[in-house]
């Protein structure tokens, strides 16, 4: 093939699939460390190893609240993001499904908040999946003419992970105390998939007027297998999982003890370092956008604007490459050792193309093409000029294969029929 | 997925996320990353084809196109190009169905059209489950090509038109929609009324329609 790259001797390993999961930072793992063969007891124990690892349990505690700026007794620790989103919804909606069954919630949600929404819609529960702008938004206004008297809960995620939007959290939180006002009642409760905004967003509770915030750890450089679900006082809701009563009666299951102070330790940090690691992401993000602006043609930016963190997550980008499907050029970056995703079909389990781009109208030909790319800590300029050493090399050799041509007069030119 | 399909995939342990069953066979990783016949941009309108064959679009994620020179008395087919749009074993599978029907000196016609799809994921050395539909579109691209053949030769009667049979008539599916349909991974009457309303308005379809289901199945998938 023409001017196609050789294999470097050495293969660099460019890892930009930060928002599938991130590695674990080094000091979260030494402070996990003592927690599994030193320091193991049951926290429930009340013997000296257990009231220890009851202690270590309680500052992990107190220190998510602290980010949250909560009290700590509203932190119920879960096994993940998954599992907080789940009983998030199926909590408050068995526990108040007799006061309505209307839920309000997005077309762009992680599915683990959508595939919820979809059982509940069999149990007889009403879903409001509310549309998005092109860049992946909703309306303020689209949430408060939804609401209805029988509207008990509104999930709405506050950074996406495909695209990187931002939704106006603090605002519908603003919309729907306002409305619980004039109502005269506690209805909806307003929960929000966290997990993304996490490493990036302030997560204070009080400024985002929410009642339930899912976070994981896997994203923030922390553990696998250990998240939370904020629950503000007064806000009830049944548990998933029963047995021996831990986590308030909301979580039973001996407590994922390393897992719980990985978590904390993690979100303590990024917490810490977001300003400066958000700048740098983001010079680094618009950086590699530009660099693909200039060599490759037919591009297209999916989501939002590149902006600050107040209107996408500054680590995302998400870009179309027309005339060639996104899962080919996966396989071929990832012979060079380039790590990324992709919303085409081929890659997924049903093999229709990202959900989330399609709400944001994207032809399902600019969504089979599309690239995510999601930056971290350890990405630096070098990778991204590593990448695009051999970016544009693959796709113009993709592009040799393809019959397809999009807006341009070759294309559909040997139809014979 | 239904519920029917959750608990089949819970018995039969089947791994069904993203994440499992993803490796390619060395084959497939050859035909990939060194395909074999593709049809170069500025070599079109020179290739002088005997018959072309499109099939699929970028909105379903797939296009896919086949030159064909065949020799007029001999009905061998001389040489094979092809472009696809699509994902690696869409592209792995066009590039070795060039190779199949071209080795040799060449297929007739009559034996190219004996191709099945899993005559080419036997000699891609498999394919993962979800990606059998690739290997389908590679096939009907070559059966476009051949009819194309038919066409400009004037032997209509030979012309392919496999199955397109109508099964419900108010809303004019046929039997090659629930071939697809199967193909995308429905398995039962409710996946396939799911996807195509097949039958909803118009019961007494429901029997053949069942029938065709068991018979997909059984071929792309037993």
């Known amino acids: 093939m023409n001017n196609f790259p050789k294999k470097p001797a050495k293969k660099r390993f460019v890892y930009l699939d930060h928002a599938a999961t991130t590695y674990l930072d080094e000091k979260v793992k030494k402070a996990m460390d003592p927690y599994f063969s030193d320091i193991f007891a049951n926290p429930s124990g009340l013997y000296a190893q257990g009231r220890e690892a009851k202690s270590a349990l309680d500052s992990a505690r107190d220190k998510v609240a602290e980010v949250l700026g909560a009290q700590p007794d509203t932190i119920i620790f879960t096994g993940g993001g998954t599992e907080s989103d789940n009983l998030a919804i199926f909590g408050a909606a068995r526990k108040h499904a007799n006061q309505g069954k209307h839920i309000i919630t997005t077309k762009?949600?992680?599915h683990a908040v959508l595939r919820p929404c979809e059982e509940l819609e069999k149990l007889g529960f009403e879903i409001t999946y509310l549309p998005v702008n092109k860049e992946g938004k909703i309306s303020v206004e689209s949430v408060k003419k939804n609401l209805r008297k029988h509207t008990i809960l509104i999930s709405i995620m506050y950074g996406n992970n495909e695209i990187g939007t931002v939704m106006p959290i603090a605002e519908i939180g603003r919309e729907i105390l306002k409305w619980r006002k004039q109502q005269n009642t506690v209805y909806p409760y307003f929960h929000t998939d966290a997990c993304q905004a996490a490493g990036?967003?302030?997560?204070?509770?009080?400024?985002?007027?929410?009642?339930?915030?899912?976070?994981?750890?896997?994203?923030i450089y922390g553990p696998k297998g250990a998240g939370i679900l904020y629950k503000r006082r007064g806000v009830l809701i049944e548990p998933l999982v029963y047995g021996g009563g831990q986590e308030k009666?909301?979580?039973?299951?001996?407590?994922?003890?390393p897992g719980i102070i990985g978590f904390a330790k993690a979100l303590e940090l990024v917490q810490k370092n977001k300003k400066i690691e958000n700048k740098r992401l983001l010079k680094l993000r618009n950086y590699f956008w530009e660099k693909i602006k200039t060599k490759i043609t037919k591009v297209k930016l999916n989501g939002p604007e590149l902006g600050d963190e107040s209107v996408r997550l500054p680590n995302n980008l998400n870009i179309s490459v027309l005339d060639v499907e996104g899962e080919a050029m996966l396989l071929y970056l990832d012979e060079y050792g380039i790590v990324c995703s992709t919303g085409s079909a081929c890659t997924?389990?049903?093999?229709?193309?990202?959900?989330v781009l399609i709400a944001c109208g994207l032809p399902y030909e600019y969504a089979h093409g599309s690239l995510r790319f999601t930056l971290g800590k350890r990405n630096t300029k070098q990778d991204i000029d590593y990448v695009m050493k051999y970016l544009p090399a693959i796709v113009d050799r993709l592009r040799e294969l393809s019959p397809v041509h999009l807006g341009e007069k070759k294309h559909?030119?040997?139809i014979s029929r | 997925?239904?519920?029917e399909e959750d608990d089949k995939t819970q018995a039969a342990g089947i791994r069904d996320t993203s994440g499992g069953n993803w490796l390619y066979s060395d084959t497939v990783r050859e035909h990939f990353f060194d395909p074999k016949n593709f049809m170069k941009y500025d070599e079109v309108d020179t290739y002088q084809a005997d018959a072309t064959g499109r099939v699929g679009s970028p909105a379903c994620g797939d296009e896919m196109v086949i030159w064909l020179k065949i020799d007029s008395k001999t009905e061998k087919i001389k040489d094979c190009r092809w472009q696809t749009f699509g994902c690696g074993s869409a592209i792995a599978s066009t590039s070795v169905l060039s190779v199949m029907i071209t080795e040799n000196g060449g297929m007739t016609i009559d034996e190219a059209l004996k191709i099945k799809p899993q005559d080419i994921i036997k000699r891609l050395g498999g394919l993962p489950d979800r990606k059998i539909h690739?290997?389908?579109?590679?096939?009907?691209?070559?059966?476009?090509?051949?009819n194309d053949w038919f066409r400009k030769t004037g032997q209509h009667e030979r012309i392919v038109t496999a199955g397109a049979k109508i099964i419900d008539e108010k809303l004019n599916i046929t039997d090659k929609d629930i071939e697809e349909a199967v193909l995308e991974g429905a398995r039962t009457l409710e996946d396939i009324q799911k996807?195509?309303?097949?039958?909803?308005?118009?019961?007494?379809?429901?029997?053949?329609?069942?029938?065709?289901?068991?018979?997909?199945?059984?071929?792309?998938?037993?």
């Open chain 1, 108 to 110: 762009i949600e992680h």
């Open chain 1, 200 to 219: 990036a967003l302030d997560l204070n509770v009080e400024k985002l007027h929410v009642d339930l915030m899912t976070i994981n750890g896997s994203k």
């Open chain 1, 249 to 257: 009666k909301l979580r039973s299951g001996t407590e994922n003890v």
């Open chain 1, 348 to 355: 997924s389990e049903s093999l229709d193309p990202s959900h």
């Open chain 1, 412 to 414: 559909a030119k040997y």
């Open chain 2, 1 to 3: 997925m239904d519920k």
């Open chain 2, 134 to 146: 690739c290997s389908v579109l590679g096939d009907k691209a070559l059966q476009a090509a051949v």
């Open chain 2, 195 to 222: 996807k195509l309303k097949v039958g909803v308005g118009n019961p007494e379809a429901i029997p053949q329609i069942e029938e065709l289901i068991r018979f997909y199945v059984e071929k792309y998938y037993a």
